[in-house]
């Protein structure tokens, strides 16, 4: 060795090392795999300042041209390891979404053209009536929102007035008469319902369909947040960056040779990506909620597809009582004069249906489950894939951070006030999560397992015990509306036919079989046959009570009979 060369080596040995704050990397955190540091010089001066990689003094840290090279090969941060497991799922849910969208709206376009091509073919009623038709459809189109209802009542009142005015062959008549027909609600005191059951049946059986469709579509949308909570986790959560730093950097600095211990490595990742972990225990119950509706899916496509015959159903329940309904319609609402009678097509078999627009709901719900499939393992293992491209190992020479403080980040508990903000808003999410699974599953669950048009005419459909704009009441509730206390501005088509004259008595035979399977509306009938208690304790009541009733008031009519003889004398 030289004299030079030696007073080279004193004098960078004395001089102050420059090191950067905490040892900190300014813009990228960790490295490429392939980096090596058998070339770099390291530090071998004890740093007088607490540090990234220790609060202590003895220990040394990476220098200035270490730091730099790091910089210069930071091609891979935290953001891009989990970018690159998470990104293909969560570009594919955004589109899964839109997909769901365009095959239920166009779902309800062939829906909407079936009904229209119904009443024109079959039931003659002319294209004014698709104004109607259009009002209801673009309704249903907004399913997706929040407190979202559809109206069902509005349309079968509105088409009660149609039939009324082309199939059952009246005049057109004004518009004052119309609005009459509509606000009919009772008839000699009786409710009046022109469709029967029909319209009832067909409207439970949308609004179930509607409702499942909206759970279900929220499931995917809290699937997707899960997603979007692992991307954005190192961004939010400044602890994260910071510990997943010390686990790739500081081990480097420590030893050329030294990795970071995988346990270490995988508490930390873990801790980083806790919220995420924690949406990985409703994850499951996610996928559930969309395999148990991919079973359904064609029943459900197929009840808002056919919904035009439903409605045909309906109207053809209403031509059987024309002749009936007009005696009734003109004492409630004046005479309107007949014409001249017209082909009416009765088979809804010669509805000009249109080839099916929307694709098949069950294959896209098949072919999104395979790929969620797919994915899962990789969304699933991600602190063990972000752990292996940290070179993570779980023998031998390794560094496990002991000698890290939790003041520098290594703590696995949130550090701020913010972090613990973002942990509540996080658990509230979940919370919601739950109950929109647990929402989904409910609908599913009280769907029909298989669709026929018979279903409608026979006792297997039950329509008790949903209400779609609020989820289930009871059947005290059901037996309140039912019985005319309802007061809805269009209950006019969700009230019973009961115990009318000769007209009402018929048009009920023909659909007693509708009704078996609802014992409560004959509870609801006998209500008005039923005494009230003043009335029943006149009459002596069913007991001791009545009968003591029934004795004093025969005392007391004695004594002023007695008293009213003396007075006279």
């Not at 297997?460 to 005290?476: K, L």
């Given at each position: 060795?030289?004299?030079?060369?030696?007073?080279?080596?004193?004098?960078?040995?004395?001089?102050?090392?420059?090191?950067?704050?905490?040892?900190?990397?300014?813009?990228?955190?960790?490295?490429?795999?392939?980096?090596?540091?058998?070339?770099?010089?390291?530090?071998?001066?004890?740093?007088?300042?607490?540090?990234?990689?220790?609060?202590?003094?003895?220990?040394?840290?990476?220098?200035?041209?270490?730091?730099?090279?790091?910089?210069?090969?930071?091609?891979?941060?935290?953001?891009?390891?989990?970018?690159?497991?998470?990104?293909?799922?969560?570009?594919?849910?955004?589109?899964?979404?839109?997909?769901?969208?365009?095959?239920?709206?166009?779902?309800?376009?062939?829906?909407?053209?079936?009904?229209?091509?119904?009443?024109?073919?079959?039931?003659?009623?002319?294209?004014?009536?698709?104004?109607?038709?259009?009002?209801?459809?673009?309704?249903?189109?907004?399913?997706?929102?929040?407190?979202?209802?559809?109206?069902?009542?509005?349309?079968?009142?509105?088409?009660?007035?149609?039939?009324?005015?082309?199939?059952?062959?009246?005049?057109?008549?004004?518009?004052?008469?119309?609005?009459?027909?509509?606000?009919?609600?009772?008839?000699?005191?009786?409710?009046?319902?022109?469709?029967?059951?029909?319209?009832?049946?067909?409207?439970?059986?949308?609004?179930?369909?509607?409702?499942?469709?909206?759970?279900?579509?929220?499931?995917?949308?809290?699937?997707?947040?899960?997603?979007?909570?692992?991307?954005?986790?190192?961004?939010?959560?400044?602890?994260?960056?910071?510990?997943?730093?010390?686990?790739?950097?500081?081990?480097?600095?420590?030893?050329?040779?030294?990795?970071?211990?995988?346990?270490?490595?995988?508490?930390?990742?873990?801790?980083?990506?806790?919220?995420?972990?924690?949406?990985?225990?409703?994850?499951?119950?996610?996928?559930?909620?969309?395999?148990?509706?991919?079973?359904?899916?064609?029943?459900?496509?197929?009840?808002?597809?056919?919904?035009?015959?439903?409605?045909?159903?309906a109207i053809l329940n209403v031509m059987d009582s024309s002749s009936k309904l007009y005696v009734t319609?003109?004492?409630?609402?004046?005479?309107?004069?007949?014409?001249?009678?017209?082909?009416?097509?009765?088979?809804?078999?010669?509805?000009?249906?249109?080839?099916?627009?929307?694709?098949?709901?069950?294959?896209?719900?098949?072919?999104?489950?395979?790929?969620?499939?797919?994915?899962?393992?990789?969304?699933?293992?991600?602190?063990?894939?972000?752990?292996?491209?940290?070179?993570?190992?779980?023998?031998?020479?390794?560094?496990?951070?002991?000698?890290?403080?939790?003041?520098?980040?290594?703590?696995?508990?949130?550090?701020?006030?913010?972090?613990?903000?973002?942990?509540?808003?996080?658990?509230?999410?979940?919370?919601?999560?739950?109950?929109?699974?647990?929402?989904?599953?409910?609908?599913?669950?009280?769907?029909?397992?298989?669709?026929?048009?018979?279903?409608?005419?026979?006792?297997?459909?039950?329509?008790?015990?949903?209400?779609?704009?609020?989820?289930?009441?009871?059947?005290?509730?059901?037996?309140?509306?039912?019985?005319?206390?309802?007061?809805?501005?269009?209950?006019?088509?969700?009230?019973?036919?009961?115990?009318?004259?000769?007209?009402?008595?018929?048009?009920?035979?023909?659909?007693?079989?509708?009704?078996?399977?609802?014992?409560?509306?004959?509870?609801?009938e006998n209500e008005s046959k039923r005494p009230s208690s003043d009335e029943f304790y006149s009459l002596?009541?069913?007991?001791?009570?009545?009968?003591?009733?029934?004795?004093?008031?025969?005392?007391?009519?004695?004594?002023?009979?007695?008293?009213?003889?003396?007075?006279?004398?």
């Amino acid at each position: 060795m030289t004299m030079h060369t030696l007073c080279a080596f004193i004098i960078l040995l004395f001089l102050p090392q420059t090191f950067s704050s905490d040892c900190s990397l300014t813009q990228r955190d960790f490295t490429r795999n392939d980096l090596t540091f058998i070339d770099v010089p390291r530090s071998k001066v004890q740093d007088r300042t607490a540090t990234l990689c220790s609060e202590k003094r003895q220990l040394s840290c990476c220098n200035k041209q270490v730091e730099e090279k790091y910089k210069n090969y930071a091609a891979l941060t935290l953001e891009d390891i989990i970018k690159n497991n998470t990104d293909s799922s969560s570009s594919w849910f955004k589109k899964a979404l839109q997909q769901f969208d365009d095959i239920i709206l166009a779902t309800f376009e062939e829906s909407k053209d079936r009904l229209k091509k119904s009443l024109h073919k079959v039931f003659n009623i002319p294209k004014s009536s698709d104004a109607v038709v259009n009002k209801f459809y673009s309704n249903i189109n907004e399913y997706s929102k929040p407190k979202f209802t559809v109206n069902t009542e509005e349309l079968f009142s509105d088409l009660f007035v149609l039939v009324l005015q082309n199939v059952m062959n009246l005049e057109k008549f004004e518009h004052k008469f119309s609005n009459c027909v509509r606000n009919i609600r009772t008839v000699q005191g009786k409710p009046f319902r022109p469709y029967g059951r029909l319209d009832k049946e067909a409207s439970s059986t949308m609004h179930r369909s509607l409702a499942t469709l909206q759970s279900v579509r929220k499931v995917m949308t809290k699937l997707n947040e899960y997603y979007d909570l692992l991307r954005s986790a190192p961004e939010k959560l400044e602890y994260c960056k910071k510990g997943m730093t010390q686990v790739r950097y500081c081990a480097r600095c420590h030893d050329i040779e030294k990795r970071p211990c995988l346990n270490a490595c995988l508490t930390m990742a873990r801790n980083c990506l806790n919220p995420s972990e924690k949406y990985k225990k409703v994850y499951p119950k996610g996928l559930e909620a969309l395999r148990l509706f991919t079973t359904k899916a064609g029943l459900i496509q197929a009840s808002i597809v056919e919904f035009d015959k439903k409605v045909g159903d309906a109207i053809l329940n209403v031509m059987d009582s024309s002749s009936k309904l007009y005696v009734t319609i003109k004492r409630e609402c004046g005479a309107s004069k007949a014409k001249e009678k017209s082909k009416i097509k009765s088979d809804l078999n010669q509805t000009d249906v249109v080839v099916r627009s929307a694709p098949q709901l069950k294959i896209f719900f098949k072919d999104a489950l395979r790929r969620i499939k797919a994915d899962s393992d990789k969304t699933s293992n991600l602190p063990e894939a972000i752990c292996r491209s940290y070179d993570a190992v779980s023998t031998g020479h390794c560094w496990d951070g002991r000698k890290v403080s939790k003041k520098n980040g290594i703590g696995l508990k949130l550090q701020n006030g913010e972090d613990h903000l973002e942990q509540f808003t996080i658990d509230k999410k979940l919370r919601i999560t739950n109950k929109i699974i647990r929402s989904a599953m409910q609908h599913l669950g009280n769907l029909p397992t298989s669709y026929q048009r018979d279903d409608y005419r026979s006792n297997n459909f039950d329509s008790s015990g949903y209400d779609f704009s609020g989820g289930y009441y009871s059947d005290d509730e059901d037996e309140q509306f039912y019985s005319g206390d309802h007061n809805s501005q269009h209950d006019l088509f969700f009230r019973e036919n009961r115990n009318g004259n000769d007209y009402y008595k018929e048009h009920d035979a023909n659909y007693n079989h509708l009704d078996k399977h609802k014992p409560h509306h004959k509870d609801s009938e006998n209500e008005s046959k039923r005494p009230s208690s003043d009335e029943f304790y006149s009459l002596g009541g069913n007991g001791s009570n009545g009968l003591l009733h029934s004795k004093a008031t025969l005392c007391l009519t004695f004594i002023c009979f007695l008293l009213n003889i003396i007075r006279n004398l």
